[in-house]
């Protein structure tokens, strides 16, 4: 590894041979070292995933950190996102480990002094975004035997608003936040509350998995592209549903004319087939 930055004595940006650039941190490694230096990772030393070249601001504000936190927040919250990943089936790059580190270590220190902080987005991170929500209170769990102090559901909450907001950014789609997927998913719930009434409950198991599969939906849409290589089996059976539950049909059409109108994504048939079936369970 070829050293790019001496950050302190202790950590040190190298190149990884890929094109990439990534952190190193072990004790007293960064003392009497010079950039363009080969460095030779130890057993002792932690290295973290890596992050684009050029990033500057990503660096400086790691640089600004290490002096602040201690090492273990930083590879305690490696170890979170990498339980995260597995979770989730999502790749998360290094960017994601100074924002969940400083958050971390900060929600420890404020409740360590008393502080309890609500979050406000609990119910429908709950609600809307299960398995990020799941791996929160997993990640939650793994913070408090580091730090032995406890905490409610709304840290869990928190931690998955910030595996959501990274997931969004990466996939550099129209929608980049979870206040733009929220906002989306709500909508659909709201289209199908006016169209059957005390027939549609938000809190329903149904629902639940409508909005888990418009989630996803968002993370794959990218504004103005449009994949219709649905099979004639796929338009076929789509045909007959619409046929046999029109006023699901009619919520459809809604439905998709919304997120077409919100993220600018057209539907092919296969998704088309699955929402409304989504529809159908929730008022059957």
Same mark, same amino acid.
């Given at each position: 590894?070829?050293?790019?930055?001496?950050?302190?004595?202790?950590?040190?940006?190298?190149?990884?041979?890929?094109?990439?650039?990534?952190?190193?941190?072990?004790?007293?490694?960064?003392?009497? *070292?010079?950039?363009?230096?080969?460095?030779?990772?130890?057993?002792?030393?932690?290295?973290?995933?890596?992050?684009?070249?050029?990033?500057?601001?990503?660096?400086?504000?790691?640089?600004?950190?290490?002096?602040?936190?201690?090492?273990? +927040?930083?590879?305690?919250?490696?170890?979170?996102?990498?339980?995260?990943?597995?979770?989730?089936?999502?790749?998360?790059?290094?960017?994601?480990?100074?924002? *969940?580190?400083?958050?971390?270590?900060?929600?420890?220190?404020?409740?360590?002094?008393?502080?309890?902080?609500?979050?406000?987005?609990?119910?429908?991170?709950?609600?809307?975004?299960?398995?990020?929500?799941?791996?929160?209170?997993?990640?939650?769990?793994?913070?408090?035997?580091?730090?032995?102090?406890?905490?409610?559901?709304?840290?869990?909450?928190?931690?998955?608003?910030? *595996?959501?907001?990274?997931?969004?950014?990466?996939?550099?789609?129209?929608?980049?936040?979870?206040?733009?997927?929220?906002?989306?998913?709500?909508?659909?719930?709201?289209?199908?509350?006016?169209? +059957?009434?005390?027939?549609?409950?938000?809190?329903?198991?149904?629902?639940?998995?409508?909005?888990?599969?418009?989630?996803? *939906?968002?993370?794959?849409?990218?504004?103005?592209?449009?994949?219709?290589?649905?099979?004639?089996?796929?338009?076929?059976?789509?045909?007959?549903?619409?046929?046999? +539950?029109?006023?699901?049909?009619?919520?459809?059409?809604?439905?998709?004319?919304?997120?077409?109108?919100?993220?600018?994504?057209?539907?092919?048939?296969?998704?088309?087939?699955?929402?409304?079936?989504?529809?159908?369970?929730?008022?059957?």
């Amino acid at each position: 590894m070829k050293i790019l930055q001496v950050l302190n004595n202790n950590v040190l940006l190298v190149e990884d041979g890929h094109d990439k650039q990534q952190i190193v941190w072990g004790k007293g490694i960064g003392f009497r *070292l010079k950039r363009g230096e080969s460095y030779f990772p130890t057993e002792d030393d932690h290295i973290f995933r890596p992050v684009a070249h050029q990033d500057g601001q990503w660096i400086d504000t790691f640089k600004e950190l290490a002096n602040e936190i201690p090492q273990s +927040y930083f590879e305690l919250t490696d170890s979170i996102i990498a339980l995260a990943q597995s979770r989730l089936n999502v790749a998360f790059d290094g960017h994601l480990l100074v924002p *969940l580190t400083d958050h971390i270590y900060f929600a420890v220190q404020r409740a360590k002094s008393g502080m309890v902080v609500s979050n406000p987005m609990l119910f429908d991170v709950q609600r809307l975004f299960q398995k990020e929500f799941q791996v929160g209170q997993e990640a939650v769990a793994m913070i408090q035997s580091h730090s032995q102090v406890t905490f409610s559901d709304d840290e869990a909450g928190f931690i998955a608003m910030h *595996l959501i907001e990274h997931e969004l950014v990466e996939t550099n789609g129209p929608v980049q936040t979870v206040a733009d997927a929220m906002a989306i998913l709500s909508g659909v719930n709201e289209i199908l509350g006016e169209d +059957y009434g005390a027939k549609f409950s938000e809190s329903s198991l149904a629902v639940s998995r409508m909005a888990t599969h418009l989630y996803y *939906l968002l993370l794959r849409t990218q504004e103005g592209k449009y994949n219709d290589s649905s099979e004639s089996s796929v338009r076929t059976l789509l045909r007959q549903l619409k046929k046999q +539950y029109p006023h699901a049909g009619k919520s459809l059409g809604k439905i998709i004319a919304f997120i077409a109108d919100k993220v600018g994504y057209r539907f092919n048939d296969s998704n088309q087939l699955f929402l409304l079936i989504h529809i159908i369970h929730i008022i059957e």
